[in-house]
DNA sequence: ATTATCTATAGATCTATAGATAATGC
DNA sequence: ATTATCTATAGATCTATAGATAATGC
């Protein structure tokens, strides 16, 4: 058996690259070298590409509400601007690309279906079987992310954080409160 | 010069093809072959696959508004429902894709950023110098080819088209209405 | 002795190009 | 003669594997 630390390594190497790149974008020699290992040795921990990216899996999103009072909508959109505003890589943008770009799709999707829309529904307190809220909720932050990031629109300069949080967030909240 | 119905078929090829799949999935070969051409054509035609796929660029969203009253939002929903309904490609799910995939990203999101807004404001009115509604309206737009596409949430089994309509155009119309 | 890790490379795939051939216009 | 198109292949890149070497534990 392989040394876990190393296992760790690597795994941490692949999601760091494959959540800025996507899967195709990033090469096994990348990864290595991030990790600080040979190619090789990457190969013979995780067994296959496709292996690594599935262990690398994101862990969706991070809800803590520490001590805040501001409603759940504005708090989802504040996370989303405080990444734009301190230049971090954002997860809601990456969903689509690391979906299509998988070496299986239908699993990704799956798995990001899984833990995305579930994590909200607690969240957001969704307790109706169909959790249709919830899938709204969660197209208005992907379509947040893939603009101010992908899109690159509403950028800091063009929209101001407490503001663009106000309008979004209040959006979002409508639909959490039901329309 | 090359023949001009020859170039047209390939960059139509080339439109569809990178349209489902985005860049780096599509081959040269690919295209050739839905062309009905040989790889070294496409190459001579073209000059290499990266102005191949420029020249490829997707014409933006139809907004054509041909005898309906129904409010903007609801409209805009609609076609994607409708494309969703009928299984048909998603432009705003591949938006994304697209930009990131491209062989120079920071072309690809200018091109789709100018395209995707400037229609877009012009559909709903938008005459404020910041374009802000249309900015927002179309993160929602996104943020919904996303949600029902790429992530495979709210399929006709389980988001009735009508009912998705509503819901979903009310909040666009919303944000074109100014919240 | 066994485990961890590396070097070297095979085999696949892809873009791009060189040079040959077929079709067309004068 | 020129234009359109093809075949063949060079060169680059990438995953995966085989086999060698270095480190560790007994």
Redo the contacts with the bound molecule.
């Keep these: 058996?392989?040394?876990n630390?190393?296992r760790t390594a690597i795994i941490d190497a692949g999601r760091e690259l494959f959540g800025e790149r996507g899967y195709?974008a990033?090469?096994?020699?990348?990864v290595?070298a991030r990790a600080?290992?040979?190619?090789?040795?990457v190969?013979?921990?995780m067994?296959?590409?496709?292996e690594?990216y599935t262990a690398s899996a994101p862990p969706g999103p991070n809800l803590d509400d520490s001590g805040t009072d501001e409603p759940v909508g504005h708090q989802l959109v504040r996370r989303i601007v405080a990444r734009r505003d301190h230049g971090e890589a954002e997860p809601w943008a990456m969903v689509s690309i690391l979906i299509h770009d998988a070496p299986d799709p239908d699993v990704a999707r799956a798995t990001f279906r899984d833990r995305y829309v579930s994590r909200i529904a607690e969240r957001i307190g969704d307790g109706t079987p169909d959790l249709r809220r919830t899938k709204l909720v969660v197209c208005t932050l992907l379509g947040l992310g893939a603009g101010a990031r992908t899109l690159g629109m509403l950028g800091p300069d063009e929209a101001e954080s407490e503001e663009l949080i106000r309008q979004y967030g209040a959006l979002v909240q409508g639909i959490i409160d039901g329309v």
């Design positions: 058996m392989t040394d630390a190393t195709n990033v090469t096994i020699k990348d290595a600080g290992f040979s190619p090789a040795m190969m013979k921990v067994g296959s590409k496709a690594l």
